[in-house]
């Protein structure tokens, strides 16, 4: 029966094929330490965060008003657990009630400490993407300085952009349209739109992150839309279980907040690299070359996961070609 050995895409992998995968993202998650390595991207992330806001805050304000940039970050907020969420709308406060000169050289500093943080965070989640894939950093410490920075930039430039898409646009939209439908449709579309840019994101991380020629994008893609709507399910999850269920506060006293915050990294950076552990054994279960360019036979595409064909449940590997 198929397990997909020959499929070119991954919607040609069949439910057996899929199961083969399953088992080996559920080994592999554990003896490869992903926990682990989703803990070190969240703590480089947390001391990230605020200066980030401090930053954000800052450069938005420069076209937006303050208040309103606060009021409509809460829409973004509002899936973080109660307790995080109030420590980061605090922070958020507190920077947009600052005084403008202080605030414009505190962002100078706030930007150096966050792009610090953040690209190390970026450093760790490619270390990740390289043990999920297999492979071995072997390019230069300028390369991987200059991707790295990169990554960070294209993570910092998405972030404006969905504040701008949360706080502006409805704005915008109120003052052109006087009848109010196309700010209706635009407070819908945006969700929508948001959701849509955090796969492309993760697709592009997922692409130029690991130490190998780079995957199609049709093979980038499952994992990256997996890791978004794990993002969103696991967000609301945590937070409805840390308000039902959790006693950080009891535990923790004053830092509950803080710990939280920090779950719910860990969390995020736990479903980024299960998405990208996703789209390596996708592509270890097919014989097909899953890389960019010519084809090429296996053991000449320089990537692992295409060079290796993935164990199935029994070890079944005599499977011919479809």
Known sequence: MSRGRSANRPTGIPLRGMLDVAMRMWQRQSTQNLGLIAAGIAFYGLLSLFPGITAAVAFAGTFLNPDMLVENSAE?????????????????RDVANADASTLNFAALFAVAIALYSASKAVANLISGLNVIYGEKETRNFFVVKALTVFLTFVLI?????????????????SFVDEYGVIDELVMFLRWP???????????ILYRLGPN??????????????????LWVAG????????????????TFGALGGVIILLTWLWLSAFIVLLGALLDAELEAQTRRDSTVGEDRPMGQRDAVKADTLGPARGDDLTEPAE
């Open 76 to 92: 973004i907020t509002a899936m973080l657990p109660e307790a995080a969420e109030q420590i980061v709308m605090g922070q958020l």
């Open 157 to 173: 430039v998405g972030l404006l952009i969905a504040i701008i898409m949360v706080a502006a646009i409805p704005v915008i939209a």
């Open 193 to 203: 739109a948001l959701f849509l840019m955090g796969v492309v994101g993760i697709a």
């Open 212 to 229: 190998r020629r780079s995957a199609r994008w049709r093979w980038l893609t499952p994992g990256a839309f997996v890791a978004c709507a």
């Open 235 to 250: 967000s609301y999850g945590f937070s409805l279980y840390v308000q039902s269920f959790g006693s950080y506060n009891e």
